[in-house]
Each structure stands twice: as C-alpha cells, then as structure tokens.
C-alpha cells in the first residue's frame, strides 16, 4: 500500500514557533564589543559609519563612569571608525549631553577634537529637533540633539536630490529677467537645511520596542540616502535594536553592526525578519509632524 502525505495550512500557532536565524545576506550584526566586531572589518570598507553613542548618564544600557574613562572609550571607537570609513564616506556622530549634577555637557563640543585630531573635516552640525521629552524644572526642556557629519576629504558622495523636502511655495516663478514666469524652485523639492524636525520614538511611535533611546528611523534614512549608493555599507558600532540597519536595508544597502545587549540585538533581528517579510511598520521619511488644531488644543 501506498504512503499518503497529508499536508496541512500552518497556522498562527506554528508561525510563533518558528525559529528564526540570526542571517541575512546583507547583513553582520553580532552581540559583542564594538571594537572587537570593527577590529575584524577590512579597511576603508564602510561608506557611511552612523551611531549614537551612550551618552553616559546611566541609562540601563550603560554604567556611568568617569568623565574621562569615556572620552577614551570614544577616541578607541572613533578611531576605528576613521580607519573603516571609505575614502569617499562619512561618519555621523549623533549626540545629545551629558548631565552631571544639574549640569549639561554638550558631547559633540567634547567630541569635536577627536575627529579632528584623525584629520577629518565637518561638513555640518546637524540639528535633530522633537516634541516630546523630559520636562525639566531647573532649566529650559532639552528638545533637540545633534548630529556632526564628518568626512575623510573634500571628494565625498552628497545625494540632494533623494531626500528634498516640499518647498514652502512650490509655484512661486521667477518675477524678471530671462526666466520671468518661470517656477523658481527645484521641482523636486528644497534642501532640508541643516535642522531636522524628526518625532523621536516615545511610547505612541509606531516603531517602540524596548529600548529607551530608539533611532527613529527617517532620521538615518536620511542620512543613508544622501550619503550613500545602493550597494554601500552602512556601520552602526552602538546598534541597539537596528533601526540603522533597517534604514540601510530598506534602500538597497548593506548593514553591520554590533551591540553588548543580547535583547536588543535580538530585537533587531526580529525587526530585521519583520522588513524582509514585509510587516514592520516605520514612520514615512518626510511625513510632516502632527499639529493639533486651535479646537483641539483647547
């Protein structure tokens, strides 16, 4: 008599199940020491390098430390960074401040010399502003942070066009000369300056996971775009839970990166399998930021 196979629908149930490899083709992210996973990368391999690291003031995802031991921790992980970035790359440094008894220590100021020290050139500070944080008593809130935006040499890849923004006055025309009556602006849109009205990721985000200190990630998508050409590589030696691999994915990049946190890692996998499948939710790029209305508002 003849075997039968019955073959059945999965249901959600074995779905769940599934165990999912920590692989991708273009991926490398590992749950280990930043500078053990960039020691093993080849030279001048990494088209852009964008991170934010710890700012060192106690998150659950840090040990704050002396001031001084941290600034030694940047200069060995700048340092590598410096030798990974392609000759026509760039390094975005993200940061925010320092706080120690009531008083803020702006990090890209501390950190400006470093990169300069290993002979690259900034090409802008790059203000990230966002609605929502912490209210402080003593002091203005913070709401914004910044980005500094390095490169090796005066040859480097810039991709306006990728990430223009709507012009405040798309129709406006020329009003004389050779071109009256013509539309005066690009029609692709405006530079989207040097400040960067982006949500950070709080609690109603679309994108939260579990981390405190989550990338949103239009704001490396940005960065990736205009930085970078299909095929690159993007590096993130402070990962988290992936979001710059996600906006390096999402565009036909390659991503690398590394985090000490098991649980985060494993969260960028998963959100990592989620884009490959087609399921994760991200905030479009350019959507403008909510603003209630004076009805709302009362």
Not at 39 to 46: A, C, T, V
Not at 55 to 78: D, F, L, P, T
Not at 126 to 154: A, M, N, Y
Not at 166 to 182: A, L, M, R, V
Request: hydrophobic share 35%; with cysteine; proline share 7%.
């Amino acid at each position: 008599m003849t075997k039968t196979t019955v073959r059945r629908k999965a249901t959600q149930n074995d779905i769940a199940d599934v165990t999912r490899l920590q692989r991708d083709i273009d991926v490398q992210v590992s749950c280990e020491n930043n500078l053990k996973f960039m020691r093993r990368l080849p030279d001048e391999s990494m088209k852009l390098i964008v991170t934010s690291p710890p700012y060192n003031i106690g998150k659950e995802y840090e040990k704050r430390r002396s001031h001084e031991v941290y600034i030694e921790e940047q200069v060995a992980c700048i340092a590598e960074a410096a030798r990974l970035l392609h000759p026509t790359g760039s390094i975005c440094w993200q940061v925010g401040n320092h706080v120690h008894n009531g008083e803020i220590f702006p990090l890209d100021i501390l950190l400006y010399p470093i990169f300069k020290q290993l002979g690259l050139q900034l090409r802008n500070r790059i203000v990230w502003t966002f609605g929502h944080g912490l209210h402080c008593q003593k002091r203005f809130s913070g709401r914004h942070e910044t980005i500094l935006w390095f490169t090796k040499s005066e040859d480097y890849t810039f991709n306006l066009d990728p990430v223009r923004v709507p012009s405040k006055y798309p129709n406006k025309k020329h009003f004389k000369g050779p071109n009256k009556g013509e539309i005066s602006g690009n029609p692709l849109g405006k530079n989207p300056s040097d400040i960067w009205d982006i949500p950070n990721v709080k609690s109603n985000h679309v994108e939260k996971t579990d981390h405190p200190c989550q990338f949103p990630v239009a704001l490396v998508e940005r960065l990736v775009l205009s930085l970078t050409n299909p095929g690159d590589s993007v590096l993130d030696p402070y990962l988290g839970v992936g979001s710059s691999a996600i906006a390096a994915l999402k565009h036909e990049r390659n991503a690398f990166g590394c985090d000490l946190e098991k649980r985060y890692v494993d969260i960028a996998w998963e959100r990592i399998h989620d884009l490959r499948a087609g399921r994760l939710r991200t905030r479009p790029m350019n959507k403008p930021v909510y603003e209630p209305s004076v009805k709302e508002s009362k």
